[in-house]
């Protein structure tokens, strides 16, 4: 091989800490696509979530990411990824796992490579499912000593749902994920009162390319966008529409790309959010230092899991620490 790298691309099963739900349905296990990059003396690695929501599955996952071995014998590089696969889960998990073989290598941590500061603990938003307002009041009560909570919504009754949220936790800010589950006439009735109740941010009321309305409308509450946000190719079209962006990796293609959006983003005049699918702390630990200076964090899916890899990324309540660089970077 001309650079020796060994590529491997397995599913991986998780359990969830109980049921997630969002509007979209529920689920009690994850799966993930874990990559591992070994040059022989070392070895990198990388997380995906592939997500039905954009036609992505595990084995389609798999298979376009073992297409490349070829490409790697013959010195694909970290550079040339970018545009030898488009965005998405199959070239995030092949990206992070360069970062993490670059590291090992070097003996240096991703930030320093990456020419960034070096990162500090990180206030994590903590994740309310989906459920009937008793049940998420009595989720949001067992929960309110943490400084951040976010709520999914999308149903007939979201404004119940967050009166419940805020009776069981009256101290916590709020953000909430319509997951594209709203009308713009829907946005316009529950915002003000949402605001008053404390909501500091939506997430993506309009299903994606139906959103061209928020820019005729006045948005008392903050929106971020989320599906409609993949890539600095996104931006430009949510000029005018969103307040913020909801960076993730599965959605940029990996760290590579997620720092550069992240960048211009914020030229751009967009606040940042740094998101992430339901993960391990695999999958979390190259958000983290995308998520470094970020108005809000959304980096918890290691603590809505039963189980996760080993190191894990340490939580202190919301606080998120660094990665070990036994687990990445």
Known sequence: MANGLKLTAVEDVFPVAGTFTI???????????????????????????????????VDGVIDTI????????????????????????????????????EAKRA???????????APRSIETAFTLSLGAPESMREAAAKNAHRPLLKVKLGTDDDL????????GAP??????????????????????????????????????????????????????????????????KLAGKYDAINIKLDKTGGLTEALLMRDAAVAAGFDIMVGCMLGTSLAMA???????GASFADLDGPLLLAADREPPIRYDGSIMHAPEPALWG
Do not use: M
């Not at 190259?286 to 470094?292: C, D, N, R, S």
């Open 23 to 57: 509007s979209r349905g529920s689920r009690t296990e994850i799966r993930v696509v874990t990559v591992t990059l070994s040059d022989g003396a070392h070895e990198g690695r990388g997380e995906c979530v592939p997500y039905a929501r954009y036609g992505e599955t």
């Open 66 to 101: 073992l297409g490349t071995a070829k490409d790697l014998e013959n010195g694909l590089d970290r550079l040339a990824l970018q545009t030898r696969l488009p965005g998405g889960a199959a070239r995030n998990a092949l990206d992070c796992a360069f970062w993490d073989l």
């Open 107 to 117: 003996g240096k941590p991703v930030w320093q490579i990456a020419g960034l500061a």
């Open 160 to 167: 119940g749902r967050i009166e419940a949220v805020r009776s």
């Open 171 to 236: 101290d916590a800010r709020i953000i909430v994920d319509a997951n594209e589950g709203w009308t713009v006439e829907q946005y316009q009735a529950l915002a003000p009162t949402l605001v008053r109740l404390g909501v500091a941010l939506v997430e993506q009321p309009l299903p994606a390319g139906q959103d061209d309305a928020l820019s005729r409308i006045e948005r008392v509450l903050p929106i971020c966008a989320d599906e409609s946000c993949h890539d600095r190719a996104s931006l430009a």
């Open 286 to 292: 190259p958000a983290f230092l995308v998520a470094q």
